[in-house]
């Protein structure tokens, strides 16, 4: 059983950044593939990016391509996502997952899910 742990969340102004995290634990980390998701109000959970077990191949949504990169540490047992330029319309619940065999953009193929932590961009 994983368990993960979103942080770095806030309210930032348009045009700032943040810098999530979400630390693993209770299993091997690196077998894992992650991915981010978010949900804003009364919308669909959706894909944000998503990172192979090494790191070395990358996946984005084409709204957060050129601002967010997702990247991990498996030393450390954590997924990072940096989100530069920030817009209002990136406001949402944002989601770490990790899959064992997938790291598509389809939720439902993901094992297991942080709590979440709120991104607010204001205008």
């Known amino acids: 059983q994983v368990q993960l742990v979103e942080s770095g969340g806030g309210l930032v102004q348009a045009g700032g950044s943040l810098r999530l995290s979400c630390a693993a634990s209770?299993?091997?980390?690196?077998?894992?593939?992650m991915g981010w998701f978010r949900q804003a109000p009364g919308r669909e959970r959706e894909f944000v990016a998503s990172?192979?077990?090494?790191?070395?191949?990358?996946y984005y949504t084409d709204s957060v391509k050129g601002r967010f990169t997702i990247s991990r540490d498996n030393a450390k047992n954590t997924v990072y996502l940096q989100m530069n330029s920030l817009k209002p319309e990136d406001t949402a619940v944002y989601y770490c997952?990790?899959?064992?065999?997938?790291?598509?953009?389809?939720?439902?193929?993901?094992?297991?899910w942080g709590q979440g932590t709120q991104v607010t961009v204001s205008s």
């Open positions: 209770g299993g091997t980390f690196s077998n894992y593939y």
């Open positions: 990172i192979t077990r090494s790191g070395g191949t990358t």
């Open positions: 997952a990790a899959a064992r065999f997938y790291y598509g953009s389809r939720d439902i193929e993901y094992d297991y």
